[in-house]
């Protein structure tokens, strides 16, 4: 997303994206375009990534939670938008792969994110918006959230959601979503591995900013250095796998905060993280 990066600071102060910074180091980031459900239109993928690539750069932010106001988390792509380009000369073929690669760009960037992101899910996630969900490294829903891969619906198949969704729970899950379309309960989210866990609706920011200072405790270093491998491995072949994890720890190991933290252990007191 570098090269949009000129045209996206205009928009850093867009009411599309709350920002609230805590003095722990989470920064929680609400999406705010209710008129839209927010959907990921134009401009909020833009302030989306605004976001996201300055919370990269600030030092002081060590976890994020990816939050919405009202009933829908996030409607998927607008379809007005999507509509409205088909007026064009080619019939909007130029507008859908801008959209969707910069939509891809931006899956792809919570997912390169050296911060942990937590998804804060409440009310409907639908299409892109359920793909917003498996993107982020964790997720924790209400008990009214509801989530869905419609595009069957209107002859469309998920196929960008489709990749986030199957890498985060089984093909046969996956698939069931995406052949039926159908809503599935935060529950069965749960059970099936697209959200960590389920919380009453009232206790759900609470929970999640628990999660997120537990996390917010540890070492950045350290954070950063497995989310990348995690990732990273995960596409490998096992012996692969397991040649780059131990050359990953190897270079951990002789980290500051890895010997810091071994000697706190040892110690029987609290590591000083410098983060590096």
Request: proline share 2%; glycine share 4%.
């Amino acid at each position: 997303m570098s090269s949009n990066k000129a045209n996206i600071n205009s928009i850093n102060q867009s009411d599309l994206v709350l920002e609230e910074a805590t003095v722990g180091g989470i920064l929680r980031l609400t999406m705010n375009d209710m008129k839209r459900r927010n959907a990921l239109s134009e401009e909020m993928m833009a302030a989306l990534t605004s976001a996201f690539y300055h919370a990269e750069l600030d030092s002081s932010v060590r976890v994020i939670v990816l939050a919405a106001n009202g009933p829908a988390y996030s409607a998927g792509h607008d379809l007005k938008q999507i509509t409205a380009s088909r007026t064009q000369v080619d019939n909007g073929k130029a507008y859908f792969t801008e959209v969707l690669s910069n939509c891809s760009a931006l899956m792809q960037l919570i997912v390169n994110h050296p911060k942990p992101i937590i998804a804060e899910v409440t009310g409907v996630a639908t299409a892109a918006g359920c793909q917003l969900v498996a993107s982020c490294d964790l997720a924790l829903a209400s008990e009214s959230a509801l989530f869905s891969t419609p595009g069957v619906h209107i002859g469309l198949f998920c196929s960008t959601p489709m990749v986030a969704l199957s890498r985060n729970v089984s093909n046969k899950a996956a698939m069931e979503m995406l052949l039926t379309g159908e809503m599935v309960s935060a529950t069965k989210a749960e059970h099936i591995g697209l959200v960590n866990r389920v919380v009453v609706d009232e206790k759900l920011t609470e929970a999640t900013m628990a999660m997120a200072a537990i996390i917010a405790s540890k070492s950045s270093m350290a954070l950063a250095t497995g989310k990348q491998a995690f990732y990273h491995q995960r596409e490998m072949t096992l012996a692969d796998a397991y040649d780059y994890a131990s050359q990953v720890m190897v270079d951990n190991l002789l980290k500051h905060d890895a010997e810091e933290g071994i000697n706190a252990f040892i110690e029987k007191r609290s590591p000083e993280w410098q983060d590096r």
